[in-house]
């Protein structure tokens, strides 16, 4: 079935959006929130992605 997307209910500072993308990507959490920062100072638009994406990512079922 391939692997999905989920909000990470373990790894999380706000909603869990950058750890359940390291999950999926299998790399640390901690690169992608430095990229989410960095894509907020330089081009504007990480806070929107970031809501953007705390609503659209599902949660992990139990």
Excluded: Q
């Amino acid at each position: 079935m391939g692997k999905k997307l989920y909000l990470s209910r373990t790894d999380k500072k706000l909603a869990g959006v950058c750890g359940g993308i390291g999950e999926y990507l299998e790399i640390d959490s901690t690169i992608i929130r430095l990229l989410w920062v960095v894509s907020f100072f330089m081009i504007g638009l990480g806070i929107f992605a970031y809501i953007v994406a705390a609503f659209i990512i599902p949660h992990r079922p139990e």
